[in-house]
């Protein structure tokens, strides 16, 4: 007969068992995320578009094999970006420094439910990676594992003025407005309440970051070809001399309200939502609504080892030993925009219950600092036309969409989420 385990053996027996347990559930709650895994959100169209294209041109910016920048393709009035990009992550920043912080271990799992993940002030970080670095890594280490954080499209615009103006037209969508009624389309509805997955548009940031740029162009059957390319640089500025231009929360008119009951399927969403407010302050909790139309975010207190030339030419090599920059022990701070001469928010005024909101008001998407002293490329009108030549300023820009971890409605991931992005300069 086997014999019975001793009241010490048992308590012993006991405790490993506890310890393995909360060592299970300290494990559970380590790997809870701002935005829950194995959710997808896609970008199902993402167009710009010139208001008035004799006046503003866009064009794609031509790579050679190893994607680096050989200038723009031919000018015309839009472009249609290739959309089969899907963010399962998130991240957090101001657009020109996208970061992935660390994370406090929450070891209550109702609040880690509620509330998601803590960022751990003074805790160390690594930078985003959009889908065009993660795309290089995996070209010289197919084993990269690392998923890209945010959206990224470079493109060039040309201007016979020197402003390049964000039209007040311009707009984020969710791929079904219908966000929170009877008319959810089958399979959209989230799983936190009666609304829909395309919800996740109220947690969608927008930046721009534009630069000046002399374009000598030539042209054989139409096509154009870059015969001369030179950015303006300023000293000290980085990544490649670049200035964020435009921070835009889009759909501020959304917001999701945490249930009471300590449920996670019975949670609300609030429609149509407009700022109340007189000034741009910074929120706190207590704003309740007025909160949507800031954007909260975190940024390093000091930077690390900023992406340069010399960095990103490691993607090109055949090593790989590529890691994220990573920047251990710089201290975390959190910010909120709403002074900054470049936030931007859906206006007030446009934010309706039954469609989607637009921008509201033109927004200034053109400046760089004055020392670039930008100067005029000479360019043909239209690719057709060899004889008729205009004097046109000239601005590459980048575009960067993620999804703001700060935001409850990415805290909250909801699956299959999708929109649409709409861009209109004149």
């Given at each position: 007969?086997?014999?019975?385990?001793?009241p010490?053996r048992?308590?012993?027996?006991?405790?490993?068992?506890?310890?393995?347990?909360?060592?299970?559930?300290?494990?559970?709650?380590?790997?809870?995320s701002?935005?829950?895994?194995?959710?997808?959100v896609?970008?199902?169209?993402?167009?710009v578009?010139s208001?008035?294209p004799?006046?503003?041109?866009?064009?794609?910016?031509?790579?050679?094999?190893?994607?680096?920048?050989?200038?723009?393709?031919?000018?015309?009035g839009?472009?249609?970006?290739?959309?089969?990009?899907?963010?399962?992550?998130?991240?957090?920043?101001?657009?020109?420094?996208?970061?992935?912080?660390?994370?406090?271990?929450?070891?209550?799992?109702?609040?880690?439910?509620?509330?998601?993940?803590?960022?751990?002030?003074?805790g160390a970080w690594e930078?985003?990676?959009?889908?065009?670095?993660?795309?290089?890594?995996?070209n010289?280490?197919?084993?990269?594992?690392?998923?890209?954080?945010?959206i990224?499209?470079?493109?060039y615009?040309?201007?016979?003025?020197k402003?390049?103006?964000?039209?007040?037209?311009?707009?984020?969508?969710?791929?079904?407005?219908?966000?929170?009624?009877?008319?959810?389309?089958a399979?959209k509805?989230?799983?936190?309440?009666?609304?829909?997955?395309?919800?996740?548009v109220?947690a969608?940031?927008?930046?721009l970051?534009?630069?000046?740029?002399?374009?000598?162009?030539?042209?054989?059957?139409?096509?154009?070809?870059?015969?001369?390319l030179?950015?303006?640089?300023e000293?000290?500025?980085?990544?490649y001399?670049?200035?964020?231009?435009?921070?835009?929360?889009?759909r501020?008119?959304?917001?999701?309200?945490?249930?009471?009951?300590?449920?996670?399927?019975?949670?609300?969403?609030?429609?149509?939502?407009?700022?109340?407010?007189q000034?741009?302050?910074a929120?706190t909790?207590?704003?309740d609504?007025?909160?949507?139309?800031?954007?909260?975010?975190?940024?390093?207190?000091?930077?690390?080892?900023?992406?340069?030339?010399?960095?990103?030419?490691?993607?090109?090599?055949?090593?790989?030993?590529?890691?994220?920059?990573?920047?251990?022990?710089?201290?975390?701070?959190?910010?909120?925009?709403?002074?900054?001469?470049?936030?931007?928010?859906?206006?007030?005024?446009s934010v309706?219950?039954?469609?989607?909101?637009?921008?509201g008001?033109?927004?200034?998407a053109?400046?760089?600092?004055?020392?670039?002293?930008?100067?005029?490329?000479?360019l043909r009108?239209?690719?057709?036309?060899?004889?008729?030549?205009?004097?046109?300023?000239?601005y590459?820009?980048?575009?960067?969409?993620?999804?703001?971890?700060e935001?409850?409605?990415?805290r909250?991931?909801?699956?299959g989420?999708q929109?649409?992005?709409?861009?209109?300069?004149?």
């Amino acid at each position: 007969m086997a014999n019975n385990a001793g009241p010490s053996r048992r308590f012993i027996i006991s405790k490993n068992l506890i310890m393995m347990l909360v060592v299970l559930v300290a494990g559970l709650l380590a790997v809870w995320s701002w935005f829950s895994v194995n959710k997808v959100v896609t970008a199902n169209n993402i167009s710009v578009r010139s208001a008035f294209p004799n006046e503003i041109g866009l064009a794609e910016v031509d790579y050679d094999e190893n994607g680096n920048d050989r200038g723009p393709k031919t000018f015309s009035g839009k472009l249609e970006f290739n959309t089969d990009v899907t963010l399962t992550k998130d991240c957090t920043g101001d657009g020109e420094s996208l970061i992935v912080p660390s994370f406090s271990i929450i070891k209550d799992k109702d609040t880690a439910t509620k509330k998601g993940r803590e960022v751990s002030i003074g805790g160390a970080w690594e930078d985003a990676l959009s889908q065009t670095e993660v795309e290089k890594i995996r070209n010289v280490n197919p084993d990269f594992a690392e998923e890209p954080r945010y959206i990224e499209y470079e493109f060039y615009a040309r201007s016979q003025t020197k402003d390049v103006t964000l039209a007040s037209t311009s707009y984020l969508s969710a791929s079904n407005e219908h966000l929170n009624d009877s008319e959810i389309p089958a399979g959209k509805k989230s799983s936190y309440g009666n609304f829909s997955s395309d919800s996740i548009v109220g947690a969608v940031r927008v930046a721009l970051l534009a630069q000046g740029a002399y374009v000598k162009q030539g042209y054989s059957s139409g096509v154009a070809t870059t015969e001369k390319l030179e950015f303006h640089n300023e000293a000290g500025n980085v990544p490649y001399n670049r200035h964020l231009t435009c921070l835009w929360l889009p759909r501020p008119d959304i917001k999701m309200n945490v249930s009471n009951t300590g449920k996670t399927n019975d949670w609300t969403l609030e429609r149509g939502i407009k700022y109340a407010g007189q000034t741009p302050i910074a929120p706190t909790d207590s704003q309740d609504n007025d909160i949507t139309y800031f954007h909260t975010y975190y940024k390093p207190a000091s930077a690390g080892t900023p992406k340069s030339p010399a960095y990103e030419a490691k993607w090109n090599t055949n090593s790989t030993q590529y890691q994220i920059n990573k920047n251990e022990g710089v201290v975390v701070q959190k910010k909120t925009a709403g002074t900054d001469e470049h936030f931007v928010v859906t206006t007030k005024e446009s934010v309706k219950s039954d469609t989607h909101p637009v921008l509201g008001t033109d927004f200034k998407a053109s400046s760089v600092s004055e020392s670039d002293h930008l100067r005029t490329s000479r360019l043909r009108q239209d690719a057709e036309n060899p004889d008729s030549e205009t004097n046109y300023y000239v601005y590459k820009y980048t575009l960067r969409i993620w999804l703001e971890g700060e935001d409850l409605e990415s805290r909250r991931a909801m699956d299959g989420g999708q929109f649409n992005l709409h861009l209109e300069f004149k």
